[in-house]
């Protein structure tokens, strides 16, 4: 028999599935499953999530409820443009994806 090494400490929740629900009862519900990563979206598509136009103060927000939940933000689920072929654009698209 195989012996797995999957454990709550090497696994994350990936956050589309949880778009419809708002981000502090998503981090609450997934704390309470023995889950401690979690991925955040910031799309308009999930609208409960981080939009991707979110401010430095929605983001301080969230990574405040994710304390409070006891669970760790390990990447956030954005969409980007990297093939944009004005300069200018393109530099506008890194600059938003790296904040």
């Known amino acids: 028999m195989l012996k797995s090494n999957i ?13 419809e629900v708002e981000i502090p ?9 023995g889950i401690r990563s979690v991925e955040v979206n910031a799309h308009p598509q999930a609208p409960k999530h981080l939009l991707h136009d979110g401010d430095d ?11 409070e939940a006891g669970v760790d933000i390990i990447c956030i689920a954005g969409r980007n443009n990297f093939t944009l072929s004005d300069a200018n654009e393109l ?7 790296s904040r």
């Open 57 to 67: 103060q929605a983001v301080s927000k969230i990574a405040d409820w994710a304390k």
């Open 25 to 33: 009862e998503y981090f609450h519900w997934i704390a309470n499953q």
């Open 91 to 97: 530099e506008t698209e890194i600059k938003r994806v």
């Open 7 to 19: 454990n709550s400490l090497n696994i994350g929740c990936a956050a589309w599935g949880w778009r």
